[in-house]
């Protein structure tokens, strides 16, 4: 990954304030396996298909990507029967897995580059049993802007219009964007507390929370990465770290410390 650094405007070159790589093939489909074992009429895998080369990455199943999917298909009490919104969603994968998983409604965004929402759209026709697709949604989103379009998405029927999981899956890395991550995640998510199971058959419930999983691509940098736990503490958030894990690294030849390069951590991020 390139270090070159600027914070820029909105625009489709300057959200990801880095030059793209050089071309790569047209796009490609990168099956998910399933590492948990499941039930023999349960799903196995999910088929995700990228873009070509594109200014936002969008054409890399990120190792964080991988990760976090498995993460979610251990734990679905934090999201079944819950709403999930997925920011900067690239293929979708940790989105489609809590779609399949039984979430109550998903909203998958990205940039509102037509290739990149062309394609979770295509992702989710494939992977999304077409009587369950009414719950996933698609939509270009720009962080930091108003979140109405994203939450007149949920059921009309909900006691509180806000989404009880937000994900965002190795986006950190884009440090000028850090403060807008932000403040979208402090507007959409539920303020809602967690529950516990009571006599009169309420289900317990986790508070709604962010889950940020990522990588340190640029060791060199991994302390402008980690400003985003600082912000968010500022805003009022508590940020526990719940998970590390290695995989090879993504981009073998960049320099710094492979094992930085290799390892995928996950936070999760719940207002105090």
């Known amino acids: 990954m390139s270090d070159s650094e600027g914070e820029g405007g909105l625009a489709l070159d300057s959200?990801?304030?880095?030059?793209?790589?050089?071309?790569?093939?047209?796009p490609t489909v990168t099956t998910y396996t399933r590492?948990?074992?499941?039930?023999?009429?349960?799903?196995?895998?999910i088929d995700i298909r990228l873009v070509g080369s594109h200014p936002l990455w969008g054409h890399h199943l990120w190792n964080a990507s991988r990760a976090f999917a498995s993460y979610l298909d251990e734990h679905p009490e934090i999201?079944?029967?819950r709403t999930v919104l997925e920011l900067g969603a690239g293929g979708a994968l940790p989105g489609l897995v809590a779609a399949k998983n039984g979430a109550k409604e998903v909203v998958l965004t990205d940039y509102p580059d037509a290739a990149l929402v062309d394609?979770?759209?295509h992702n989710v026709r494939q992977n999304i049993p077409e009587a369950g697709r009414a719950r996933v949604h698609v939509e270009g989103y720009i962080w930091g802007h108003p979140v109405e379009p994203l939450l007149s998405l949920l059921p009309s029927d909900s006691d509180e219009k806000a989404f009880d999981l937000i994900i965002l899956s190795d986006l950190i890395f884009n440090h000028s964007q850090h403060e807008a991550m932000l403040k979208t995640c402090d507007l959409a998510l539920s303020k809602r507390r967690a529950t516990e199971t009571t006599g009169d058959d309420t289900q317990s419930q986790p508070a709604p929370c962010l889950l940020v999983f990522y990588t340190h691509h640029r060791p060199h940098l991994a302390d402008r990465d980690m400003e985003f736990f600082s912000k968010a503490r500022e805003r009022g958030w508590l940020c526990e770290e719940i998970l590390t894990r290695r995989y090879p690294p993504m981009f073998p030849d960049d320099p710094g410390e492979e094992e930085v390069r290799a390892t995928v951590h996950g936070w999760r991020l719940t207002r105090l």
């Open 79 to 81: 999201y079944r029967n």
């Open 119 to 121: 394609n979770i759209s």
């Open 15 to 26: 959200v990801f304030t880095e030059p793209p790589r050089p071309p790569s093939p047209e």
């Open 35 to 45: 590492e948990r074992q499941a039930a023999p009429d349960d799903w196995k895998t």
